[in-house]
Each structure stands twice: as C-alpha cells, then as structure tokens.
C-alpha cells in the first residue's frame, strides 16, 4: 500500500497569506510531483522533481514554488494567497523509470477568501 | 499540452452490467498509457500502466486494451458492482523534453453503479 501523506486536508485562508502545503512519502520513491485540479477540470502538472535539489515546472504555469531538500519532502509554497489559487492540490510520487505508476495522496483543498 | 478526450463523461449503470469506456490521445510521441481510478474522497489509484500497441491488462473484473497506432484504449468492466463506483482517469505519458516524461490526464469518466 503506497503510504503518501498531504497536509493539511482542508484550508481557508485570507487573500495575501503565505502557505505551505505539505507532503510526505515513506516509500524512498525518488520522483514526486504536484497537480492541480481545478473543478470540473483535468489533474494538471504544476510542479515535479526527480530527486534531491531537483525541481522543475510543469506544463501548467503556476505562482507557486517547490523544493526538494529531502527524499521523502515535497512540500509547495504559495507567498501570497489569491482567490485564483483557489483549487485542489494533489502530491504523487513514484520510483525511477517512465513507465511506473504514480502513488497519490488524498489532496489538500485549499479556499483563498 | 496534449489533448486528451474521454468518454463518455458520466455513466450510470445497473448493478451487473458491464460497460466500457474510450480514451483517446494523439499517436504521436507516445510512451506509455496509465489507467487511474478515484473513488470520492480517496486518492487516485492506479489501475494499469500499458506501453505496447495491442496490449490487454486485466485486474479482477476490470480490463484494457490499447491501440497506440490510431490512439485509443478501452477499459472494459464485466458484471459492476457498486464499489466500481469512481472517476476513471487515463493519462497518457510523453517526452516533454530536457530528458523529462509527463502524464496529461484526461477529464475522466464517472461511473456510478445503481444496486
């Protein structure tokens, strides 16, 4: 069982606030990846990383940022909050190799007011 | 960004029938095919990564096929049951340059299984 965690589940927060979306994998999984879902929408990439001080852009612009200091973190930034960003956040890992599926976690839904 | 198209866009079946849905995605510098379920409230949940033209996969109840060549794949269900109910996501996987891979997902198919 893929063991991914995203923290927090649920946020609201006013417009111009700082936050960080966490996430976590305990599997040594080597890339990880960021998508957003808006409702109704597709899953887009904003954000992946193949491994440690590697961080890369998706095919979806994004003000957000990412870093990478450890395996098993993968945590996303947004320095300051607007209702645009209003939206669902998915964190998802795998091993190395193009062809192997991706583990995801249970999302964070974040509400800028 | 690829343009991937599913369908249908929602599905409403009695309990025990089967059904099947499409996806399409451009054949051009394809790589693989991956197959992801998502039940409300879970995290999605892979079903099967397909990489050859004419590939079948099954798992349980729930098979595949995929046709790289006019780009394609079905996902058959044979007798649904009520915990099949979910969204069926499929995602493509191409070269996007610089050495990188990305899947493109398509909006999904929601099937919901009447008992």
């Known amino acids: ?113 | 960004i690829l343009n991937v198209e599913q369908s249908p866009q929602s599905l409403h079946v009695q309990e025990g029938d089967s059904t099947n849905f499409t996806c399409s995605f451009p054949s051009s510098n394809f790589y693989a095919l991956h197959w992801y379920r998502w039940e409300t409230a879970k995290s999605p949940e892979a079903l099967f990564v397909m990489t050859l033209n004419g590939d079948e996969k099954k798992k349980g109840r729930i098979s595949a096929t995929l046709n790289t060549k006019e780009g394609y794949s079905y996902l058959y269900i044979k007798g649904s049951q009520p915990e099949d109910s979910a969204t069926y996501l499929c995602a493509p996987l191409a070269y996007s340059g610089a050495g990188s891979y990305q899947l493109t997902f398509g909006k999904g198919t929601k099937l919901s299984v009447i008992p």
Request: proline share 4%; charged share 20%; net charge neutral.
């Open chain 1, 1 to 113: 069982e893929a063991d991914i965690y995203q923290t927090p589940r649920y946020l609201v927060i006013g417009t111009g606030k700082k936050i960080t979306l966490e996430c976590s994998q305990t599997m040594g999984h080597d890339k990880m990846y960021w998508y957003q879902q808006d409702p109704g929408m597709e899953l887009h990439l904003i954000h992946y990383s193949y491994g440690v001080n590697s961080t890369e852009k998706g095919d979806l612009s994004s003000e957000s940022t990412v870093s990478r200091i450890r395996t098993e973190h993968f945590p996303l930034t947004l320095e300051s909050a607007r209702p645009s960003h209003t939206s669902q956040y998915l964190c998802a890992s795998s091993e190395r190799g193009h062809r192997l599926a991706q583990y995801f976690g249970p999302g964070t839904r974040l509400l800028v007011l």
